[in-house]
């Protein structure tokens, strides 16, 4: 039964890779196979099919899906108030023509982005004014791009609808996924700032003023749009201020961000109307995570259930490396298999095998949290499938694969980093 869960769990790699399937529909088709390997009925209150990986599972992660819909929420009033692109223009103007001030900058723009939203909305943010501006300064195209990615990567760590997909997915309270993340935050932060500084120098500052659009408007007569008031662009940290030193709840912390975005850059009498509005565009962006969550709820509902784990238990225990070092070495060997949604990519078929290396009691439930924490480092910034990537390498005017080459050794680092915290902390 368990060469039976891993062979479907092949197969639903290979229709990913493949994109014969969207993701989401790959991991759906897979739970459902899965649980019927494992001798689940079908209809039935606890341990079924229809009760327990559809119905339950499907809601597994709604306290994450909530907190990605106010991110999201969030995510669009920084964008239509002006919020992000202040903050960037800001930088900008300070770092004036030193090709490394401004990348830094914009760098710290898009760790503040990356820790209210994930994906390409956070890029987006960041992005939007940050790409070209780096660009026009002199920092390689590839590079602008990676930027951004390794910013969106340093957030992540702090980001508070990571902190509640962690939890659920792994099981842990949410106080212990806080305490690891924290903890993880120095690595992505010194990895980050190493790869600005050394890959913006190595390759050489080549100005491009000719992205610099001309403007038949006087300088004197010119308004910039999107100016947002400077008490505002606080926004992005306030969740994390509430959620770290007052220890309010994810959801509260983030519907203060919106609020105070809200209140801070709009006048009173549209508050409702701008309110309405980009929550409509939030679930528009929120959309496609929102499915997969879905999906990836299904499935570790169904590799939890107890025939699954009880098939998968020998295979997964004799071939996981067993010591801190091994454990160290092979998964950070296995780094590759993260990427161009491969099997260990933890928005993915990752999270199920997280799932069953939790369930089987493999592994203490808070190392495969730092497994997946180590993987979801590179995955944010080095998948030329991801679409953040995409985005990013797109606006910046060179292929995905181009800014993996570039970020993938950073990231690779930032991952063994975490794998050896991990390691240190909880494998014995």
Not at 217 to 232: C, E, L, N, T, Y
Request: charged letters at 10%; aromatic letters at 8%; one cysteine or more.
């Amino acid at each position: 039964m368990g060469i039976a869960i891993l062979v479907v769990m092949a197969v639903g790699v290979v229709l990913m890779l493949t994109r014969v399937l969207p993701t989401a529909f790959a991991l759906g088709l897979m739970a459902v196979v899965i649980a019927a390997v494992a001798g689940a009925p079908w209809v039935g209150k606890e341990g079924s099919i229809t009760g327990t990986v559809l119905q339950t599972g499907s809601a597994l992660l709604a306290a994450t899906m909530v907190a990605v819909l106010l991110g999201s929420w969030l995510g669009t009033l920084m964008a239509e108030t002006g919020i992000a692109a202040t903050l960037v223009r800001k930088i900008v103007e300070f770092g004036g023509e030193r090709p490394v001030v401004v990348a830094l900058g914009v760098y710290v723009v898009a760790v503040l982005c990356g820790s209210i939203t994930g994906s390409a909305p956070a890029a987006m943010l960041a992005g939007v004014v940050g790409i070209p501006a780096m660009i026009a300064v002199g920092v390689p195209p590839v590079v602008a791009g990676g930027t951004v990615l390794m910013g969106l990567a340093t957030g992540l760590p702090v980001e508070l609808i990571g902190w509640q997909f962690l939890a659920d997915a792994v099981g842990l309270p949410l106080e212990q996924v806080r305490s690891f993340q924290l903890k993880v935050f120095p690595i992505a932060l010194v990895v980050g700032v190493t790869y600005v500084l050394v890959e913006t120098r190595r390759r050489g500052a080549r100005h491009a003023w000719a992205v610099r659009a001309p403007s038949a408007v006087p300088a004197s007569k010119r308004v910039r749009r999107g100016d947002a008031p400077w008490f505002s662009l606080v926004a992005p940290l306030l969740p994390i201020v509430l959620a770290l030193g007052f220890e309010l709840p994810i959801v509260p912390s983030l519907l203060a961000g919106v609020v105070f975005a809200l209140v801070t850059t709009t006048r009173p009498g549209r508050w409702g109307e701008t309110a309405m509005r980009s929550l409509y565009r939030a679930f528009d962006v929120a959309a496609a995570p929102l499915v997969l969550f879905v999906a990836i709820g299904m499935l570790l509902s169904a590799v939890r259930l107890p025939g699954a784990v009880g098939a998968l238990r020998p295979i997964i225990s004799a071939v996981s490396p067993s010591g801190p070092v091994l454990f160290v070495v092979v998964f950070a060997v296995l780094v590759p298999l993260c990427l161009y949604r491969g099997p260990l990519n933890v928005y993915g078929l990752g999270a199920g095998v997280a799932g069953v290396l939790a369930s089987g009691g493999v592994y203490p439930v808070p190392a495969v949290l730092g497994l997946m924490s180590s993987y979801g480092q590179v995955l944010c910034v080095s998948d030329p499938t991801s679409t953040q990537t995409v985005w990013s390498a797109q606006y910046a005017g060179v292929r995905p694969e181009r800014v993996m080459a570039s970020t993938l050794p950073y990231t690779w680092v930032m991952a063994v980093g975490v794998l050896v915290l991990t390691s240190v902390l909880f494998v014995a």
